[in-house]
């Protein structure tokens, strides 16, 4: 039985003190939920904060990027074991905006898988198609080829700790969500790419998170889906009241 995993992603906003207040709010409401496991993934320069304030609950932290190297000369970067002493467990990686905006590729989002795994970090591993290659129905070959690239060389017992989040980038901050039926189709072949790859015992395991402009509304729709293991939140996970209400749907 795969638990739920309902991770909030922050991205660039919330300053310390914006950060406390919502940490906070989410915790008085969330504090003593186990199921779904809840991950909280604020700026770097928020996760030592926020990580004090969930302290002691089931709530976890994780960071929404990193480097692959473990120390050095690499100014403006971040390396595992920075993120390991601050009491992260999850790393997002391949974001779309990393891959878009700042030219990450399948080859760097693999590096930086493997880093994660190697010190003990779980990766959110984000894969997705653009609204072109959706509506040039091109979307498993896209996604697969991100999965394929991405997750090469992984081991059939690293991948049990990875999650992959599948985001198509037209639903991404749109409030254009994929329909249930739509997201699960793409998690079931997913899943089937697991199996491919590291056999059934590995795809029963791996959860996979949809994301792409969840709210309260649909959420409930989205995770009843049998493949649909969690979500991955943008703009809704910087309210505590939505954020909440998605984790409880
Ligand atoms: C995201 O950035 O991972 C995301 C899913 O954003 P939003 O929920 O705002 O679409």
């Not at 660039?12 to 940490?23: G, H, P």
């Not at 008085?28 to 304030?53: H, K, N, W």
Request: glycine share 10%; hydrophobic share 40%.
């Amino acid at each position: 039985m795969r638990k739920r995993i309902i991770a909030g992603n922050w991205k660039m906003n919330e300053t310390i003190d914006e950060s406390v207040a919502l940490a906070s709010a989410i915790k008085s409401s969330l504090f003593e939920i186990d199921d779904p496991e809840v991950v909280l993934c604020p700026p770097f320069t928020s996760i030592a904060r926020v990580g004090e304030i969930i302290y002691g609950t089931a709530i976890e932290l994780g960071a929404q990027n990193m480097y692959w190297e473990q120390s050095g000369a690499y100014t403006g970067e971040i390396s595992p074991p920075m993120l390991k002493a601050l009491g992260c467990r999850y790393v997002i990686l391949g974001h779309s905006e990393r891959r878009g905006l700042f030219g990450e590729t399948d080859a760097v989002v693999n590096r930086k898988i493997k880093a994660c795994l190697e010190n003990g970090l779980s990766p959110i591993v984000c894969v997705g198609e653009t609204l072109e290659k959706r509506e040039a129905g091109v979307t498993r070959e896209i996604v697969s080829k991100q999965f394929t690239r991405s997750l090469a060389g992984i081991s059939g017992e690293d991948i049990k700790r990875c999650v992959i989040a599948y985001e198509p980038i037209w639903a991404i901050g749109t409030g254009r969500t994929a329909t249930p039926v739509q997201a699960q189709e793409v998690h079931a072949f997913i899943r089937s790419l697991i199996a491919e790859s590291f056999g059934r015992e590995a795809a029963d395991e791996v959860r996979i998170q949809y994301g792409g402009s969840v709210n309260p509304d649909n959420a409930g729709g989205i995770l009843s889906q049998p493949d649909i293991d969690g979500a991955l939140v943008g703009g809704a996970s910087l309210k505590a009241e939505s954020f909440c209400r998605i984790v409880l749907s």
